[in-house]
């Protein structure tokens, strides 16, 4: 059976409405601090950073217009590029990134960003997620008995020698009180206030970091040339899925087939390959909404 795609999973069918109570200019009162990161390393492709640019933009300037405060944790190289975006904090934490962790497990600096951020009382927002609802976080950021935060819970099923490596540890933190459990927390959006869960799962993820070094990532490879195993995809979706059994977690999207994301409820994620295929909307959308943003990312993209 072929393997099915999710690249336009949670692709809205266009870019959509902005529901705000910002003025003309977008300013609203910005109270909350989300965090992004931006890890340059892995997009070796220069066409497709140009378009991240893009939509990294526009997912700023979306989640500005909701009233958050944006910290962005990127490299030296996205240092150069971003610095004219206007973050409210630019950093370079992912630099940190060792050499040894593989650019296939292009979350770490998600997850090197959490770190640096304290993981608990903060939510990471992809930068591929345009958040168009005034306080659409806000009850996460407000009730602590909420334990954490994220897109929505997905009926996915395992792939390609998944099996192997959840046997060979990942899932460090046992899955027996839900064994035949095979769906993931889509992570487009992450945030934790329970400390004792954020610790497992952040702990988990950098000792796989210590384990799938990209030595070992490589000779996977080579024995394995056909796999489609992704492993962010345990280490991340799978991972907090089983990890939050018994936990209090807020999902924002309240189905498991959200095609009516972007105007019903204010929140879009450009999920796989459905970020390359409207980079003509985004950037008509980001020129439309913050022009001078959109000059400075044009100038960013020169750089390139």
Known sequence: MAEKNYGSYYYGGGIGNFNSDADASGTVARKYTIVQSLWTKPI???????????????????????????????????????????????????????????????????????????????????????????????????????????????????????ALIIDMHILGYPASTRPDWQGSMNTGVIGFNNPILAAKYMSNYFEALEMYTKEKFDAYKKENPKSSLRFDFILEQINLSRMSIGYDVMTLVPTKEPSFVADKIGYQHLQGNAKWYDRTKIKEKLQKLNQELYTNVRKATRKI
């Open 44 to 162: 070796t492709d220069k066409s497709k950073l140009r378009d991240t640019l893009f939509f990294t933009a526009l997912s700023l300037e979306y989640a500005h217009r909701s009233g958050y405060k944006v910290n962005m944790h990127t490299d030296r190289k996205g240092m150069e590029l971003l610095k004219d975006y206007g973050y409210e904090n630019l950093l370079p934490t992912l630099d940190e990134i060792p050499e040894s962790v593989p650019t296939e497990l292009f979350a770490a600096g998600k997850f090197f960003a959490m770190r640096a951020e304290g993981a608990l009382g903060k939510v990471h927002v992809d930068t591929d997620v345009f958040l168009k609802k005034q306080g659409i976080l806000d009850r996460f950021y407000k009730d602590n008995k909420i334990d954490a935060i994220c897109q929505m819970e997905e009926d996915m099923p395992l792939i390609d020698h998944s």
